[in-house]
């Protein structure tokens, strides 16, 4: 999931700063199950505008909307059916950056602001905390790593072994963390396959990794082609 977490209130107040009637659309996907911007703080953050605005006498009109996903065309062609997207100077998303920017390809015309920081791919370890577990590399290892990510948890992004500078299974660089490659090790071992250990892996070529990417899936290929 795309973990994110909400932006300094005052940096968001400031950012809808001059608009007198916002809507606030949240996000009811990853963002809503990390506590961010789903309908629950959507309703929170408004209040808090709402109180901040009538503190300096401010008539500002703000308005509350959560769709299930702001990262496909589909659910955002239905917000018009709920309310008019015209009637606001200002649309305030609490989605992750890649739904706030399809609601600006799709509301060219308006203002889109974000209201998170979009943080990283992670997964949710327990009630309320969530550990990055993916750097979108294109180019996974994991099976030669025992399902765990050495370009996202070692401090190097070693891809073939450690530094050498762990100390005690903590990593050299952050003596708080978990060394990367004490953890595949240790995994390895426990799944029989410490010849994996052995396995090269080239560098990995950042230079031929697409920005932005597109992937086309073959069955639609034609589709896009023509
Ligand atoms: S190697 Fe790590 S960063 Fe790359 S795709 Fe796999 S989990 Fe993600
Ligand atoms: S101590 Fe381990 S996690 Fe830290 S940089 Fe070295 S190999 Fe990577």
Request: one cysteine or more; hydrophobic letters at 40%; charged letters at 25%.
């Amino acid at each position: 999931m795309i973990v994110a977490k909400r932006k300094p209130f005052n940096e968001i107040k400031e950012s809808v700063s001059g608009a007198s009637r916002i809507l606030i659309l949240g996000c009811g996907t990853c963002v809503a199950v990390c506590l961010a911007g789903g309908e629950k703080e959507v309703a929170i953050l408004a209040s808090q505008l709402r109180m901040a605005f009538q503190l300096e006498d401010q008539n500002v009109q703000i308005d509350e909307l959560t769709i299930e996903r702001q990262c496909d065309r589909e659910f955002i062609e239905q917000i018009g059916t709920k309310v008019n997207v015209d009637d606001y100077d200002l649309i305030l998303s609490t989605a992750c950056a890649a739904g706030v920017q399809l609601l600006s390809d799709v509301f060219d015309h308006k203002v889109v602001v974000p209201g998170l920081n979009t943080t990283f791919i992670g997964v949710a370890e327990g009630p309320g905390v969530w550990t990055e577990r993916c750097r979108a590399c294109s180019d996974c290892v994991l099976a030669d790593t025992g399902g765990i990510c050495p370009v996202t948890i070692c401090a190097k992004e070693l891809l073939n072994g450690p530094c050498g500078g762990a100390r005690n299974g903590k990593c050299e660089v952050d003596p708080e963390k978990d060394c990367a490659w004490v953890l595949i090790y240790n995994r390895l071992e426990k799944l029989g396959r410490l010849d994996r250990m052995k396995q090269i892996h080239a560098p990995k070529r950042h230079s031929v990794q697409e920005h932005p990417a597109t992937i086309v899936h073959e069955a639609y290929r034609q589709r896009y082609t023509v």
